[in-house]
């Protein structure tokens, strides 16, 4: 069973900017991508960004392009997420997601999520 531990997170004030960690551990098959989603009370849980480990597509949502950078390690299996210039609206739990490839199709982990909140 894959590990996916989430790391960061907390209050900012807007304007300012956090770092979110996530690894994935354990898994017996192969990342496919890795990412980040956020979701607020009552609302659907959207994707920010995600990274592919083989060639490293990228993809942002658009309310967060310009202001969050999404990386990952040499061996794939951590991805961060720079989030500058927060703003309120980017207050949510956000959580790290997992893609693997298996050997009959496909399968998924998430994190337990992590608080961001921005406000002054």
């Known amino acids: 069973q894959v590990q996916v531990v989430e790391s960061g997170g907390g209050l900012v004030q807007p304007g300012g900017s956090l770092r979110l960690s996530c690894t994935a551990s354990?898994?017996?098959?192969?990342?496919?991508?890795m990412g980040w989603y956020r979701q607020t009370p009552g609302k659907q849980r959207d994707r920010v960004a995600i990274?592919?480990?083989?060639?490293?597509?990228?993809d942002y949502a658009e309310a967060v392009k310009g202001r969050f950078t999404i990386s990952r390690d040499n061996a794939g299996s951590t991805v961060y997420l720079q989030m500058d210039s927060l703003k309120p609206e980017d207050t949510a739990t956000y959580y790290c997601?997992?893609?693997?490839?298996?050997?009959?199709?496909?399968?998924?982990?998430w994190g337990q999520g992590l608080e961001v909140n921005v406000s002054s």
């Open positions: 997601h997992v893609d693997l490839k298996t050997p009959t199709g496909w399968s998924e982990a």
């Open positions: 354990n898994s017996r098959f192969t990342i496919h991508t």
């Open positions: 990274i592919r480990r083989h060639d490293d597509y990228i």
